[in-house]
């Protein structure tokens, strides 16, 4: 039993290019999460998803996309990193009744 | 909107000695849920402790406590005998049913410990 887990670790992109972080959860939780850390601000919810098909934006999702196409995976996208977006990204699941989410180990990306 | 504050970016505790890091927040809502998350350099978040509204006895998890102040809107942690271990960001959290399960953080506490 994996929990939560990032792909990739670390990422260095230069302006206007393009990744995706996967998050893959194998608990069978419904909702999922991504979330942003910058120094100062705590975590920031970018979009999230109450289950398979469906997301939604978060507090501050401009500049991302999501995709939920299977209920364990949960995709966040860049098309055009810009330098604002350097962070450390952490993806979470929960089901619907529980209040506890469960994080990954983030991903800390640079984009210079 | 709901907001949460952490008053306090850097706290330091002698080892042995406790400490007590504050969080304060705001909301109209009456039903929800308050956390302490750990992160230490690994950054793994790690919850140390939760509180439910409803509950007017404050949570405990070993050296881990809460002073829940629900009409205050006062969230405290406390850490006794603290331990080098414990050195790490501490965040505060609070948790709405609204967008599907939101969590909204403080701005975090850096704790060192001294030896």
């Known amino acids: 039993n994996a929990g939560v887990t990032q792909t990739p670790k670390f990422r260095v992109l230069k302006t206007g290019q393009s990744m995706t972080l996967l998050c893959a959860q194998d608990?069978?939780?419904?909702?999922m999460y991504w979330y942003r850390q910058d120094p100062g601000m705590g975590l920031r919810l970018i979009h999230y998803?109450?289950?398979?098909?469906?997301?939604a934006k978060g507090e501050v999702p401009d500049g991302y996309n999501v995709s939920r196409l299977k209920k364990q995976n949960f995709l966040l996208g860049l098309e055009s990193a810009a330098p604002s977006q350097t962070s450390v990204y952490f993806c979470?699941?929960?089901?619907?009744?529980?209040?506890?989410?469960?994080f990954g180990p983030g991903t800390r990306l640079t984009v210079t | 909107a709901q907001t949460v504050t952490q008053s306090q970016p850097e706290m330091s505790v002698q080892e042995a000695e406790t400490v007590t890091l504050s969080c304060t927040y705001d909301?109209?809502?009456?039903?929800?849920?308050l956390f302490w998350y750990k992160q230490p350099p690994s950054r793994q978040m790690i919850l140390v402790i939760r509180q439910e509204a409803y509950k007017q006895q404050n949570a405990t998890e070993n050296r881990f406590s809460v002073n829940f102040q629900k009409a205050a809107k006062s969230f405290s942690l406390k850490i006794s005998d603290s331990q080098l271990g414990d050195a790490a960001m501490y965040f505060c959290?609070?948790?709405?049913?609204?967008?599907?399960?939101?969590?909204?953080f403080g701005q975090g506490t850096e704790l060192s410990v001294k030896p």
């Open positions: 909301t109209s809502e009456s039903d929800y849920y």
């Open positions: 959290a609070y948790f709405t049913y609204n967008q599907g399960g939101k969590l909204i």
């Open positions: 979470a699941s929960s089901t619907p009744i529980a209040y506890e989410q469960y």
């Open positions: 998803s109450v289950g398979e098909g469906t997301t």
């Open positions: 608990m069978n939780h419904e909702y």
